[in-house]
């Protein structure tokens, strides 16, 4: 990976808009992108790069209700255009953008849609609601973060693993107890059964979905969701773009109801920072896939 001179997108067609980038995400998504592990329709040389904030500098034929300047944020994969968001435009679907609240930073709005979207999505597959006792996994994790918020939003009583320097942070997130993962056999000490359990750290499956009662429901995003057993429903989930989702999201984010821990680096420094985030080294307090760029666009 290495820093290009690329032309600009072609474009628009039908359908599509091209956005002058204020903010891209990064995250370890993104190394699957760059392995072709996650097809994402990537045609080398391009820019990486599966989300995003920016502006609408051109508009395609049968885009209704969009215009040019209007500010917006989107998670778009396949990329209709061939490159990504790390880049000054990216052409992308009309249908997949969300308007970007006047309170809400590009930084901000560049580094949500994946990880929010993912949450969501999973919290909605698994069913979560007032009555669920859930299980999040992993959860100082950008991702697994914003799923602690959303559920105890909704009511849930969430018990969530990770590391001991966590703990006061996730409490104040919302979740109700959280269990030490650095502790040999963690799931030892959890007591009780949950309806629902959320795996957001690779490994992690095979220990919650023990503590998934008979009948229970189990959703990964780290593609090792178990056989299931004893009646549990067990499922990996890929985020898919959803405007009408991430509108939701941006709108939480704006009004101070959804908390999103976001690092600032500069288009330069991107090739080293995507190793970092990859390797689950990024600087902010998740320590998992919350380091993004803006600027230098």
Request: hydrophobic share 50%; aromatic share 4%.
């Amino acid at each position: 990976m290495e820093l290009l001179t690329l032309p600009d997108p072609v474009g628009p067609g039908a359908g599509t808009v091209v956005l002058a980038v204020q903010a891209a995400g990064i995250g370890p998504w993104d190394a699957l992108v760059q392995t072709g592990d996650w097809d994402v329709s990537l045609r080398p040389p391009a820019a990486l790069g599966v989300e995003g904030s920016g502006t609408v500098t051109a508009v395609g034929e049968d885009v209704i209700g969009i215009t040019v300047g209007d500010a917006v944020l989107v998670h778009e994969a396949p990329l209709p255009g061939g490159s990504g968001f790390w880049a000054q435009q990216v052409l992308v679907n009309a249908g997949h953008l969300a308007a970007r609240p006047a309170d809400l930073s590009p930084l901000l709005a560049g580094a949500l849609p994946v990880a929010g979207l993912t949450a969501l999505q999973a919290l909605r597959q698994l069913g979560v609601d007032a009555s669920t006792r859930l299980l999040i996994t992993g959860a100082s994790g950008v991702t697994a973060a914003i799923a602690v918020q959303l559920a105890a939003q909704l009511g849930a009583n969430v018990v969530a693993t990770a590391a001991a320097l966590h703990a006061e942070r996730l409490r104040r997130l919302g979740a109700a107890e959280v269990v030490d993962s650095h502790a040999t056999d963690w799931a030892v000490f959890v007591e009780g059964t949950f309806d629902a359990a959320f795996v957001a750290v690779y490994g992690t499956a095979a220990a919650a979905i023990t503590l998934v009662h008979d009948g229970g429901r189990l959703c990964s995003i780290t593609s090792d969701a178990q056989p299931s057993v004893r009646g549990i429903e067990s499922t990996d989930m890929y985020v898919r773009p959803d405007a009408g989702q991430l509108s939701y999201l941006a709108e939480l984010c704006a009004t101070g109801r959804l908390e999103l821990d976001t690092s600032q680096v500069d288009l330069e420094a991107g090739p080293s920072v995507v190793q970092q985030v990859a390797a689950g080294q990024s600087a902010g307090s998740g320590g998992h896939c919350n380091a993004w760029w803006i600027g230098g666009f």
